[in-house]
């Protein structure tokens, strides 16, 4: 099974970040995770985004703030998906400014991106495309889809 793997801006984001890990464990695809900026050391996030796919890895994670560069840095650097989570900052709207960065990229080097400190919605992202080629893993995420679906109409009943 390819890796997935989650590359930070800054330390700070961790505490995000981490339920992206924790999601990909309990599925039990294997990630590893770095702290990487686009701006402070931009020699080690190219290397890592160059070198990914024949390091085993099939689908990156990058989580940035504020001008929220690192995942387009990143898939500047590799044709691997890349998924873009914009973190909250203290200094603008609540995350709008790095949302906009994550999205916002030039025709030809795409980023997907996920909701403000979405790092579970990543993590699911990343599943979904590991499972195009996984049936074992397609079945995991169906399984939990309907896990969810039951949850929401147990709360339903309870609420009749």
Excluded: W
């Excluded at 690192?70 to 400014?97: Q, R, W, Y």
């Excluded at 949302?99 to 997907?112: D, N, R």
């Amino acid at each position: 099974m390819k890796k997935v793997a989650i590359i930070m801006g800054s330390d700070s984001d961790l505490p995000v970040v981490q339920k992206a890990a924790d999601t990909l464990q309990a599925f039990g695809v294997p990630c590893e995770m770095h702290i990487y900026s686009a701006h402070r050391t931009p020699e080690q996030a190219r290397d890592f985004s160059a070198n990914a796919r024949k390091n085993g890895f099939g689908v990156i994670i990058a989580a940035a703030g504020m001008a929220a560069h690192l995942a387009g840095a990143l898939a500047a650097n590799t044709t691997l998906p890349v998924i873009g989570i914009p973190m909250k900052s203290t200094t603008f709207s609540n995350g709008i400014d790095a949302l906009l960065s994550t999205v916002q990229m030039p025709s030809g080097i795409p980023v997907a991106t996920v909701a403000v400190d979405g790092a579970v919605n990543a993590a699911l992202l990343a599943i979904e495309m590991l499972a195009i080629t996984d049936d074992a893993l397609a079945a995991k995420l169906d399984a939990k889809r309907k896990a969810d679906a039951e949850k929401v109409l147990a709360k339903d009943a309870a609420l009749q």
